[in-house]
């Protein structure tokens, strides 16, 4: 019983769906006004985000913006490169101290060991005192660097907000077309219901 119940369902449900078909198209189509809206989130790659999408369609006749956007692109390329070329040599530093007081403490004579345990432990202090301006330097480029992301993102969420506010009210939701579908599905489940 059960079993033909299912496949009763199934089949209206089939037969609804196919028959309803061209009916729906009205209602996906009509769910938005004036959608030649310059903002079509179909014309914009998928790895690039709305707000990229509408900053760059922004500025794409705005010589100076375009500089700009250029300057701080340039600007973290090289902060990229300066950050790995220190942070390489820092390491590479930590990594050779690191291994040699491993070294030092595996030398079985105690007398030996303490002299090459000092002597690491002389030049590290010298390496670390060396390195700390530079550390700090490295720091503040840093901090910087995320400082000019924070800004120049709070400048293109500033730049785009009028043009998305501007794309909604070109393209107000239109509710009376999921209304309508919802009254086909809740007429779809009244059929199914009173099945027998």
């Not at 300057?71 to 390489?88: A, G, P």
């Not at 530093?93 to 105690?110: R, V």
Request: proline share 2%.
């Amino acid at each position: 019983m059960k079993k033909i119940l299912f496949s009763s369902i199934l089949i209206l449900s089939l037969l609804s769906c196919s028959e309803n078909k061209h009916e729906n198209q009205p209602i996906v189509e009509n769910a938005v006004d004036n959608t030649d809206s310059k903002f079509s989130s179909t014309r914009y790659g998928k790895s690039q985000n709305m707000l990229d999408a509408i900053y760059y369609e922004q500025i794409k006749n705005d010589e100076s913006l375009k500089k700009l956007d250029k300057k701080i692109n340039l600007l973290r390329e090289e902060s990229h490169k300066v950050k790995d070329l220190y942070d390489d040599i820092l390491r590479k530093n930590d990594e050779y101290y690191s291994d040699a007081e491993y070294g030092a403490n595996s030398i079985i004579d105690s007398v030996l060991k303490k002299q090459i345990i000092s002597i690491v432990k002389e030049s590290s202090d010298k390496y670390y005192l060396k390195t700390k301006k530079l550390k700090e330097l490295t720091f503040q480029m840093n901090r910087n660097s995320q400082n000019i992301y924070n800004c120049y993102v709070a400048f293109k969420i500033k730049k785009t907000l009028p043009e998305i506010e501007k794309y909604q009210s070109a393209h107000p939701l239109k509710t009376d077309s999921l209304e309508n579908f919802i009254n086909k599905q809740n007429q779809l489940l009244n059929e199914l219901k009173n099945l027998k």
